[in-house]
């Protein structure tokens, strides 16, 4: 160990190449939308088996928008991923990811309760 430091290579960073790893994240988030989708309808399955409340009228209809929200983010997250260099994931987009799964599974409690 000398102590001397590498070179700095000389000019810009060569370009990522991203590989497969870009479709990996984009195929992990269409199972996570179809998951999501497939709890929703099960809880609308459920709350139709079992008669229409209010309360499961309003769980449905809750779940629908969560799903909606979620499938929207993912959406979005699946196109910026088609960039040579994907952006990192924004906190605020993690933030309703998370909360629509949060959500679909609080309202799918709901209709099951009921």
């Known amino acids: 160990m000398s102590g001397a430091e590498p070179p700095e290579p000389a000019g810009p960073p060569p370009e990522r190449d991203p590989g ?3 479709e990996r994240t984009r195929l992990a988030w269409r199972r996570t939308t179809l998951s999501a989708v497939v709890a929703a309808v099960l809880a609308v399955r459920q709350a139709l088996r079992h008669g229409l409340s209010p309360a499961s009228v309003l ?3 809750l779940t629908a928008l ?3 929200v979620f499938l929207g983010a993912a959406h979005r997250r699946m196109l910026s991923l088609g ?3 994907p952006p990192a994931l924004p906190g605020r987009t993690a933030g309703v990811v ?3 799964t ?8 709901l209709v099951v309760g009921q």
């Open 66 to 68: 969560a799903l909606l």
């Open 98 to 100: 998370v909360g629509c």
């Open 59 to 61: 769980s449905v209809a």
């Open 102 to 109: 949060v959500a679909l599974g609080v309202f799918g409690l």
């Open 20 to 22: 497969l790893q870009p």
């Open 83 to 85: 960039t040579p260099r």
